[in-house]
């Protein structure tokens, strides 16, 4: 059974770099079949893609976000990363890490993790 | 950029009554089209994949429909369980985008 846990500071500063890393159990990151991806929900408001990194490393950002996102693997700890630079009060959100299956959707989701932007 | 919306933003309805749910795309995205079920606090719960194929352990009351820009989620009978919001999203390429979400409470 996969699990996907999410994990980082609940607040951050503004200007500063948001970092949360998604724990994967259960299954590879290594395998070629899936993508790892972010996804967030400011409070009462919508779903956003961020960006997703398939095993080889190759990366693709919501290019709302493009250049502040960073997205990356660390296949020895089962892990991906996301780093959200030059953050404001509009990146408060809670964070969500999940996997897809090439070409398919999203059934695997953690459980989320609220990010507060605030000095 | 694919962008999606939905209709209506809000739907008021009863235990029992027939729901109909409408996500446009602004091109054609095919069939690469799922639908999610959210509760306050929780993650998106996946209900549909593909248009039309319902995801594993999901009621047989949900279905999709539709291909190109146009498509539908209709819960055939609602259930206590069903009052959340509901996303529609798209996977055509690489960059995911989801609709804003349908709210469906209580009348």
């Known amino acids: 059974q996969l699990q996907l846990q999410e994990s980082g500071p609940g607040l951050v500063k503004p200007s500063e770099t948001l970092s949360l890393t998604c724990t994967v159990s259960?299954?590879?990151?290594?395998?070629?079949?899936?993508?790892w991806g972010w996804i967030r929900q400011p409070p009462g408001k919508g779903l956003e893609w961020i960006g997703s990194?398939?095993?080889?490393?190759?990366?693709y950002y919501n290019p709302s976000l493009k250049s502040r996102v960073t997205i990356s693997v660390d296949t020895s700890k089962n892990q991906f990363s996301l780093k959200l630079s030059s953050v404001t009060a509009a990146d408060t959100a809670v964070y969500y890490c999940?996997?897809?299956?090439?070409?398919?959707?999203?059934?695997?989701w953690g459980q989320g993790t609220l990010v507060t932007v605030s000095s | 950029d694919i962008q999606m919306t939905q209709s209506p933003s809000t739907l008021s309805a009863s235990v029992g009554d027939r729901v109909t749910i409408t996500c446009r795309a602004s091109?054609?995205?095919?069939?690469?089209l799922a639908w999610y079920q959210q509760k306050p606090g929780k993650a998106p719960k996946l209900l549909i994949y593909?248009?039309?194929s319902l995801e594993s352990g999901v009621p047989s009351r949900f279905s999709g429909s539709g291909s190109g820009t146009e498509f539908t989620l209709t819960i055939s009978s609602l259930q206590p369980d069903d009052f959340a919001t509901y996303y529609c999203?798209?996977?055509?390429?690489?960059?995911?985008?989801f609709g804003p979400g349908t709210k469906v409470d209580i009348k």
């Open positions: 999203q798209q996977y055509n390429s690489y960059f995911l985008t």
């Open positions: 259960g299954g590879s990151i290594s395998s070629s079949s899936y993508y």
């Open positions: 990194i398939y095993y080889s490393g190759s990366t």
């Open positions: 091109q054609s995205i095919s069939s690469w």
């Open positions: 593909k248009a039309s």
């Open positions: 999940a996997r897809r299956g090439v070409d398919t959707a999203i059934p695997d």
